[in-house]
């Protein structure tokens, strides 16, 4: 039980002509992640909009919860 079979070195060879071959699978994975990070925040930061008068929407607030 000490040594690899052939089959062993068979499915790592495959493992990392997956990974590694080609013209870098893993840092076009990786930069569609970053591309995705990126779109997320920026539509994160659309969302945001800014309180005109934030002691009237407190009011407002306050009112609702009384009723």
Known sequence: MGGLSIWHW???GAIIL???GG????SD????VARG??????GLAEDEK???NPQKDA???KDRIKS
């Open 10 to 12: 068979l499915v790592v």
């Open 18 to 20: 997956i990974l590694f």
């Open 23 to 26: 013209r870098g699978r893993i």
């Open 29 to 32: 994975i990786m930069g569609d």
């Open 37 to 42: 990070i990126k779109s997320f925040r920026k």
């Open 50 to 52: 800014p309180l005109e």
């Open 59 to 61: 009011a407002e607030t």
